[in-house]
């Protein structure tokens, strides 16, 4: 069954470092979306991209963070310059239609900002 | 604005007992969407169901059954005869009309401890 794709599982930085974490959607999905966690809260929206495009993107998702398909299979988030409260679990998801909107998300990257 | 309330933080019921999870939810949309998703310890986050707005009909999957109520903007998950690998934490979530947002918005979920 496919899958999304994310790594890595967990990545450790200093404060003040780019990081890129990467995630492979499904192959036939047009819609990627990035959502986060921090530690035992509830999930929350990032930014959703379709056709090399920001579609939307929440106030968390500041001029900090980036994202980018630089290829035809994977989708990226970049943070410029890590501060602690990023540290999280970052999900990646897919979607093939946005209208049935079924979002399939990958494992995770558990960034821990030190 | 959007809301997902999930008002159980967390629940304990021994093996073969059913267990109800709460989810209520505010909107102004009229079409909207309503999802189930389950994080068993792995981590990920794994797709149970999607309701729309216009589908009030109650869903049934094996041991896990939905009932969805538009008069009291509930969207309830059953599970019957509950097993220990449902041990997880269970999000609902809500998302808005596809022609204006497809983001969606979770609740904080509820964690459910199955013990043998």
């Known amino acids: 069954e496919p899958e999304v794709t994310q790594t890595p599982s967990h990545q450790v930085t200093q404060m003040g470092q780019e990081v890129i974490l990467r995630c492979v959607p499904i192959?036939?999905?047009?819609?990627f979306y990035w959502y986060r966690q921090i530690l035992g809260q509830k999930v929350e929206f990032l930014v959703s991209?379709?056709?090399?495009?920001?579609?939307?993107k929440s106030e968390i998702f500041d001029d900090q963070f980036s994202v980018e398909r630089p290829d035809g299979s994977n989708f990226t988030l970049k943070i410029r310059s890590t501060k602690l409260e990023d540290s999280a679990m970052y999900f990646c998801?897919?979607?093939?239609?946005?209208?049935?909107?079924?979002?399939?998300f990958g494992a995770g990257t558990r960034l821990s900002v030190l | 604005a959007q809301k997902v309330t999930q008002a159980q933080t967390e629940i304990s019921v021994v093996e073969k007992e059913d267990v109800t999870l709460d989810c209520v939810y505010e909107?102004?949309?009229?079409?909207?969407?309503l999802f189930w998703y389950k994080q068993p310890p792995s981590g990920e986050l794994v797709f149970l169901i999607r309701?729309?707005?216009?589908?009030?009909q109650n869903e049934i999957s094996g041991r896990y059954s939905w009932n969805f109520q538009k008069s009291t903007s509930s969207f309830n998950f059953t599970i019957t005869a509950s097993q220990v690998v449902d041990s997880a934490v269970y999000f609902c979530?809500?998302?808005?009309?596809?022609?204006?947002?497809?983001?969606?918005?979770f609740g904080t979920g509820t964690r459910l401890q199955v013990f043998p």
């Open positions: 909107t102004r949309d009229t079409t909207y969407y």
């Open positions: 192959s036939n999905h047009l819609y």
């Open positions: 309701r729309n707005s216009f589908d009030e």
């Open positions: 998801a897919s979607t093939r239609d946005r209208g049935i909107n079924i979002q399939y």
């Open positions: 979530a809500l998302s808005g009309p596809s022609y204006n947002t497809d983001k969606l918005i």
């Open positions: 991209f379709y056709n090399n495009e920001i579609s939307e």
